[in-house]
């Protein structure tokens, strides 16, 4: 069953009449954030916010689009309880250009865990990796520097991004930073990966020094001791 929301109540329709959820969405009023764990991509982000459960994340200002979405389960290593969790891609693009991508991934209302076994900070070929927090809450910082990004993706995530831009000839940025930022807090998690042009950026140094920010602005958010955060606007090369 799919719920979408409209001037502050709800509207349930049953499987199969996703038609009916991307009609309504297309003439409800902008100013209410898409429920992103409820409607189905593609389609624009009017109000450039994204909303999982009860969080929602502020997007930089930009022409958003939700181009990919997959629903999955975390799992407690203790308990072994099942948590519903929501990732998805949002893209900003101008003209024909990309130029921000942006993939969040939360639960829809929390883990029931305490200590976790996972460690965002196990990575490689980083040009950039702050492990914040090595206990029982890991929290990590990394930067890369990719030749390349949606270069024949897997899974039955980011093709889906790629088919979106396939579909609308947006040119695909080439080489690419990717900032991953993850907080696993008790009871709770997110993490945020932002694909950036590298031509769009001055240089390494810039980009690192904006992804310092980024615990700043969504530790409490993913920890769900806040439920709005923003995302920075990205530094951008000088037309000079």
Known sequence: MFVVFMGGGMRFVKNGGWLVCLAIAAITS????????????????????????????????????????????????QSGVP??????????TKGRQFKTGVVLRMPVDGVPVRQWIDDPCKVSGHIYRA??????????????????????????????????IQKENIKLPGPVYEIAYTKLAANDFGTVRLFVPVPDVASDDDIVNWAKGLPVALKRFFEKRETLASLPALPERSAN
């Open 83 to 92: 948590a519903e969790t929501q990732m998805v891609y949002a893209l900003n």
């Open 131 to 164: 492990e914040l927090d090595n206990s029982k809450t890991p929290e990590c910082l990394v930067v890369f520097k990719w030749k390349s990004h949606l270069n024949k993706p897997s899974g039955n995530f980011y093709p889906q991004a790629l088919e979106w």
């Open 30 to 77: 902008p100013a209410y954030a898409l429920d992103v764990s409820q409607i189905l991509p593609a389609q624009p982000i009017g109000d450039s916010q994204l909303t999982i459960g009860a969080r929602t994340l502020q997007l930089p200002q930009g022409q958003w689009h939700l181009v990919a979405g997959v629903k999955g389960e975390t799992t407690n290593p």
